[in-house]
Structure formats: C-alpha cells, structure tokens
T-cell receptor, first 116, second 114 residues
C-alpha cells in the first residue's frame, strides 16, 4: 500500500536560520508531489508542486524553495527563515490514473514550524 | 477550476445526521466534486467524490443535484470524532488535469455536540 512520510512533526527555528523539510512516498511510482502551508486559523495554501524529478512549479512568490532529487522525495527549504514562515506544512501526493479515492490526494501528517 | 461556497460553520448533535452543503454553480461538465476533512493539527483526509450520480462509501454519502450546481455531504450518524473542517472542492479529474491542483477554500467547521 502507498504511504507518505513527513518529518519532523514539530520544529522551532530562530529567524534567519535555514530550513529543510523532507517528504517521501512509498508504494508508488511517478507521483505528483505537493507542498501546502496552513497559517494558524487559515486555509491551505499551495506552495509548490512537482510532476517529476527536477520539475518544480511554484504557486506563490516566497522565501521558500522546493526540490525533488528523487522520484519519491520532495524537499522544502529556506536559506533564511522569516517570522511569517511559521505555519503547518503539509506534503501530499497523487498519481495519474489511481490513488487514494481515485485521483484524489493523500496528505502527510504535517510539520508544525514555529519561527522565533 | 470552479469555485465553491460553503457555510463557515455548522453544529450537529451527536448521533444525528450532519448535512454539509456546497454550492458550485459554475461547475463544468468534466469537473468532479471532492470532499475532504481536516481534523485539528492533522493533514486533510479524503472522504468521497462524485461526478453526477449520488455516491456512498463507509464514511459518508454525497448527493449531487441534477443540475450539478450544488451538493450535500451527509454523515449519517455524526460522532464527536467527526468534528473537523470539511472542504468541498471541484476539479477536473486525471488524466485531464495534468498540472492542475486542488484549491482548498476556508471550508465548513463542523462541531458535533454531545
């Protein structure tokens, strides 16, 4: 069965420090991968999505970047964190033609980032 | 993708049916209606989806009007664990939505009361 791993679950980082969040998917090949962010009390905002290795699309300009070094690995990074980067970060995957709920998304458990 | 409109919040008594409405008056013929829910501090969870026929699974039922301009998610016997934010999304399904993505609006915050 397909699973998605996201870590760490919580993270507290000082302003100006770097960030690296990792997401990996198991049990499937060639997934579409996504990074979402949810600010406190707000909806989900799509940050990046990837349809293949090295292919990254950014939805909003920001202080973050994403990379996909392997088929089932998606990394969210920042060189210098800002206070406004605090939030709940979610990774998700979907697969052409099939997936949980047929063409739906499967989300990871999320990383709660607090920038202090 | 078509936009959706949901009430910001709803209450439901435990054990009763929870009926969550969603308007999607600009939906296109090839767009599906998806429902997800997000329990506090967790990732969104898929519930159900449909195109034009009513659908039922172990979690819920989805009723889509004949003109497809609105739908209702039904949780037949709500429990306290169903307290969550429920998102209604319309989207073209694979393989015709290459590169398109789910857009999560504010959703409906359902509170199931004891």
């Amino acid at each position: 069965s397909q699973t998605i791993h996201q870590w760490p679950a919580t993270l507290v980082q000082p302003v100006g420090s770097p960030l690296s969040l990792e997401c990996t998917v198991e049990g499937t090949s060639n997934p579409n991968l996504y990074w979402y962010r949810q600010a406190a009390g707000r909806g989900l905002q799509l940050l990046f999505y990837s349809v293949g290795i090295g292919q990254i699309s950014s939805e909003v300009p920001q202080n973050l970047s994403a990379s996909r070094p392997q088929d089932r690995q998606f990394i969210l990074s920042s060189k210098k964190l800002l206070l406004s980067d605090s939030g709940f970060y979610l990774c998700a995957w979907s697969v052409l033609g099939f997936g949980q709920g047929t063409y739906g998304y499967t989300f990871g458990s999320g990383t709660r980032l607090t920038v202090v | 993708d078509a936009k959706t409109t949901q009430p910001p919040s709803m209450d439901c008594a435990e054990g009763r049916a929870a009926n969550l409405p969603c308007n999607h008056s600009t939906i296109s013929g090839n767009e599906y209606v998806y429902w997800y829910r997000q329990i506090h501090s967790q990732g969104p969870q898929y519930i159900i989806h449909g195109l034009k026929n009513n659908e039922t699974n172990e979690m819920a039922s989805l009723i889509i009007t004949e003109d497809r301009k609105s739908s209702t998610l039904i949780l037949p016997h709500a429990t306290l664990r169903d307290t969550a934010v429920y998102y209604c999304i319309v989207r073209v399904s694979f393989p015709n939505n290459y590169g398109q993505n789910f857009v999560f609006g504010p959703g409906t915050r359902l509170s199931v009361l004891p």
